[in-house]
């Protein structure tokens, strides 16, 4: 859904009453023109809550931050983002994790490879949302959903853009969360961290709901509210 190319084949036509989404970007500008005028598109969050993660997501957390890994970015650089954010935070951990898919030898042994990595940074196969109810921030390296999720999760959430100019990607949206350099997303922090907050959530709001109901609350009313 959140793929880097904004008009998707998957979804030029769909004939649904209810068509449950993240957010309601792009919906609105790129795919409803085109649709069924009696589909209706119903903003609901993250599908990967449980019900125990939404009780717990005012529940005070570390400052460390998750660096989300896909294939869509090469191995070499992404190590040394990872490598940047672990010495520019030598007071939290930075925590690697990879993308189970795009998993691979290299992937299991980065660690290894470096000559002397920092020893806050570490590699965690844990769950992804389990992982971001114990963080404050979180770092994702290409165009997958988990850095909107991140959002509604309540971490400060920061995507590269490795994208060319020509490309769309879904995130460019979202400026005060899209970064083409890592030393722009350490400065981000920092400057969120003195109280110099640019990170704009009234922004994200079309990307996520940032105070959605509960989503199973929310289809089980839909489907209750059906004139069978």
């Not at 983002?81 to 930075?94: C, G, I, S």
């Amino acid at each position: 859904m959140l793929a880097p190319n904004i008009v998707d084949t998957r979804t030029r036509y769909i004939d649904y009453d209810i068509y449950y989404v993240f957010g309601r970007y792009p919906y609105p500008q790129h795919h409803q023109p085109h649709w069924p005028s009696h589909v209706t598109v119903k903003p609901v969050g993250t599908f990967g809550m449980t019900r125990q993660h939404f009780n717990n997501l005012n529940e005070p957390r570390k400052p460390d931050i998750l660096f989300f890994v896909s294939r869509l970015i090469g191995e070499r650089e992404f190590i040394t983002q990872a490598v940047a954010l672990a010495e520019a935070f030598p007071d939290r951990q930075v925590i690697i994790k990879p993308k189970y898919r795009a998993r691979s030898i290299y992937h299991m042994d980065f660690l290894t490879s470096l000559d002397s990595p920092p020893p806050n940074l570490i590699q965690s196969w844990d769950d992804s949302y389990a992982l971001m109810m114990a963080c404050q921030y979180a770092v994702s390296n290409g165009s997958s959903s988990i850095a909107a999720e991140a959002v509604q999760y309540g971490l400060t959430s920061y995507v590269f853009d490795s994208f060319d100019a020509e490309t769309p990607f879904f995130f460019r949206e979202f400026p005060s969360m899209c970064y083409r350099e890592i030393e722009d997303v350490i400065e981000a922090i920092r400057k969120k961290e003195r109280g110099e907050d640019n990170y704009h959530l009234d922004e994200l709001t079309e990307l996520i709901p940032i105070s959605a109901p509960f989503i199973g609350d929310s289809i089980r009313a839909d489907i209750t509210g059906i004139d069978h």
